[in-house]
């Protein structure tokens, strides 16, 4: 059998998720968080304090938009008559 010889290799991948909203500079983004009272409050994170762990290694960013759209309307009781 021609070729090399089996290896091994260990792939390690550090991700960093932030959902919210992106401010209009965008460098910081507004997220939900829960309060030691289990109320939803507002707080705006800086995008580069989760960035700088990363600096000199290579990165892929990806970024993306999720919206919904109903796709039909549900009958209303005007519908079913």
């Not at 550090?14 to 009272?37: H, P, Q």
């Not at 990806?62 to 549900?74: F, G, H, P, R, W």
């Amino acid at each position: 059998m021609a070729g090399k010889p089996l290896t091994y290799k260990r792939t390690k991948t550090d991700k960093v998720t932030i959902k919210g909203v992106l401010s209009e500079d965008a460098t910081v983004v507004t997220i939900l968080v829960e309060d030691e009272n289990k109320q939803k409050i507002e707080k705006d994170v800086k995008i580069k304090d989760y960035l700088d762990n990363f600096i000199g290694e290579s990165v892929e960013i990806i970024i993306s938009n999720k919206t919904e759209e109903d796709l039909c309307d549900s009958p209303t009781s005007e519908d079913e008559e």
